[in-house]
């Protein structure tokens, strides 16, 4: 397999991308912090985009994706925090409702993009 297919997942763009987070957001899950796509490229420069949720309860974001090339599976990535968080009971579950929206999102990306792939040969 060639190396640059091979770090290069699935072509999603940012375009498609924000589609689905609104079709999320329409079904009326209660999101604290903001969710967002951003641009990003692949190794070949092409445009994959990257949704990002900002989580309110806390300083720091998950960032959604396929897990790699022509992988149906998408993962989630919770970035780092330079020091120990330190909650109210309130604050952790209010921090822990946000991570079940995230792992919502997540899993609906993945349906969106099973679909979507399914799908393919209707496109125009």
């Known amino acids: 397999m060639d190396d640059e297919i091979e770090d290069s997942p699935p072509r999603r763009s940012r ?5 689905w987070v609104e079709e999320f957001l329409t079904q009326g899950h209660a999101v604290a912090g903001t ?6 490229e692949d190794a070949d420069g092409q445009d994959t985009g990257l949704v ?13 994706q ?4 022509d992988d ?14 330190t909650l109210s009971p309130h604050d952790m579950a209010s921090l ?6 995230a792992g919502n999102l ?6 969106k ?3 979507w792939d399914r799908q393919s040969g209707r496109h125009d």
Do not use: H
């Open 15 to 19: 375009g498609q991308l924000t589609v």
């Open 35 to 40: 969710i967002k796509v951003v641009d990003q």
């Open 52 to 64: 990002v949720m900002n989580l309110r309860n806390t300083k720091a974001s998950i960032y959604m």
């Open 66 to 69: 396929p897990r790699g090339y």
């Open 72 to 85: 149906p599976l998408w993962e989630a990535t919770l970035t780092a925090r330079p020091d120990d968080l």
């Open 96 to 101: 822990a409702a946000e991570l079940v929206i």
């Open 106 to 111: 997540c899993s609906f990306l993945q349906f």
């Open 113 to 115: 993009s099973l679909e």
